[in-house]
């Protein structure tokens, strides 16, 4: 049964440190890795989705990274801003139809 | 592009009684997935339509219940609720491109909250 797992639960740093946020998976059988952030109360906003062939992908400030083998993968967020401050959630599917698994989400706060 | 709607974005239900919710997916997406998040359990998968058949389907009882229209458009629906229903219920959808469903992207609505009294 696959677990996906967030560590820490939770995460402050001073504006303009870089944040670097895990996700590890126990079945590395999966198709893809997706990063979301959520702000309270909201819907989740996609980051970046990585394919199982790839090692990593990029946008802007964000960077994430996959190790299948190893059952990781990291998210990078470079000179880190208040409004980064939100919950990231990273997810894994398994399935070619839909199921997409969590993890819990790290909560990140970035003090100004 | 619009984004996937939810509408209601709010409700308080009494326990007992059933409820409609329907989710709109970006133009063109054909696969649609819904989501239930509460504090306690996390974000856990429901059920994905896609061509208005059920794909795949969680780990939830009977009373939770789907449907896709031929505009994709999904609706779900709750019976009997319980007050353990109360979560926060996210739609998701995805192009499903032929063939391709397991390397898409899916984009998530802002949810309906669901409240149960």
């Known amino acids: 049964k696959q677990e996906v797992t967030q560590i820490p639960a939770a995460l402050s740093v001073p504006e303009g440190e870089n944040l670097v946020l895990n996700c590890s998976f126990t079945?590395?059988?999966?198709?893809?890795l997706q990063w979301f952030r959520q702000d309270p109360g909201k819907g989740l906003t996609s980051l970046l989705l990585?394919?199982?062939?790839?090692r990593e992908q990029t946008s802007g400030r964000l960077n994430a990274s996959l190790d299948k083998s190893s059952g990781r993968s990291t998210l990078y967020i470079a000179a880190s801003q208040p409004g980064d401050s939100a919950t990231y959630l990273c997810a894994v599917r398994t399935d070619s139809w839909g199921k997409l698994q969590f993890g819990a989400g790290t909560q990140v706060v970035v003090t100004p | 592009k619009a984004g996937v709607t939810q509408t209601p974005r709010y409700l308080i239900k009494t326990r007992g009684q059933q409820v409609t919710l329907s989710c709109s997916p970006i133009s063109g997406h054909r696969s649609v997935s819904w989501y239930q998040q509460t504090p306690g359990q996390g974000l856990q998968f429901l059920f994905e339509?896609?061509?208005?058949?059920?794909?795949n389907k969680g780990n939830f009882p009977g009373r939770f219940s789907g449907r896709q229209f031929s505009n994709s458009r999904s609706e779900m629906n709750v019976s009997t609720l319980e007050l353990g229903d109360s979560a926060l219920y996210l739609c998701?959808?995805?192009?499903?491109?032929?063939?391709?469903?397991?390397?898409?992207?899916?984009?998530f609505g802002p949810g309906t909250r669901l409240t149960v009294l």
């Open positions: 998701a959808s995805s192009p499903g491109l032929a063939g391709a469903l397991s390397t898409d992207t899916q984009y």
């Open positions: 079945d590395s059988a999966i198709y893809n």
């Open positions: 990585i394919q199982s062939s790839q």
């Open positions: 339509y896609f061509s208005e058949t059920q794909r």
